[in-house]
């Protein structure tokens, strides 16, 4: 078996692993990192250096990055500092570590283990996976197929701010209120997406997917909804199922 380095970058840590992909999980044991203050390229790129070191890994590398991803390059930075706008992630973290990236959406990459491996396979509608941690990431499927960069946790919401700010966990926490008041926001943000898309299926992902037992009777939308089954190993996954394939 040849394992593939994935790693996912968060807006307060950034976690990698070595990942078998013909059985879906994780190959040995998950290395963190903070996401360093301020999140600079340059700064970043040490702390993505310290996880290939940690490995001693020389082979080609998947990334999950919480931005607009295209072409390796970054289009946006919602939770990180501004001065990645424009920047080419796989250069600059492939100088930092003489290895080869390959970057893609963070959400993207948690949606696409979970088609792969988790709680999407075989499903052949319209599926969303959100993930639920500082921000809203969204990836979307149909058929199988990922239509990339969605970016839907940015939707405008009330006040003119973003859906992320009202109901993600860094909202809760923000907010300081409970997690049966902050469902019920949730809940209003999956059926705005269920009115805009009609989907089949909503997958949650992210560190609140942890509790979903907790409020899964607070979410009330025709499309079922399930916890992802890869919890907060999918962006890893999904990020070394992505570098395999290009």
């Not at 990459?109 to 509608?125: L, V």
């Not at 809203?136 to 839907?152: D, H, I, Q, S």
Request: hydrophobic residues 40%; proline residues 3%.
């Amino acid at each position: 078996m040849n394992a593939i380095l994935g790693i996912d970058v968060g807006a307060s840590g950034i976690k990698g692993a070595l990942v078998d992909l013909e059985k879906g999980r994780l190959h040995g044991e998950r290395f963190r990192v903070p996401t360093p203050r301020p999140s600079t390229p340059e700064a970043m790129a040490g702390a993505v250096g310290e996880i290939v070191d940690f490995f001693g890994y020389t082979g080609i590398v998947g990334c999950g990055f919480p931005s607009i991803v295209k072409n390796g390059m970054a289009r946006s930075a919602a939770n990180i500092d501004q001065t990645w706008i424009g920047a080419n992630i796989e250069k600059i973290f492939g100088d930092a570590t003489q290895t080869t990236f390959f970057a893609t959406n963070d959400a993207d990459a948690a949606g696409i283990a979970e088609m792969r491996f988790g709680m999407g396979k075989g499903e052949q509608g319209l599926v969303f996976l959100i993930t639920i941690g500082t921000g809203l990431g969204t990836a979307l499927f149909y058929k199988g197929m990922l239509v990339p960069n969605t970016e839907l946790g940015h939707v405008m919401w009330k006040n003119g701010k973003s859906a992320e700010l009202y109901c993600s966990s860094g909202a809760r926490e923000r907010l300081k209120i409970s997690r049966k008041e902050w469902a019920g926001r949730f809940n209003e943000y999956l059926h705005h997406l269920e009115r805009l898309f009609s989907p089949d299926l909503f997958i949650l992902g992210g560190g609140e997917s942890k509790f979903f037992d907790s409020y899964k009777e607070l979410l009330t939308t025709n499309a079922r909804v399930v916890p992802a089954k890869l919890l907060n190993n999918a962006g890893i996954i999904g990020a070394a199922a992505f570098a395999a394939e290009q």
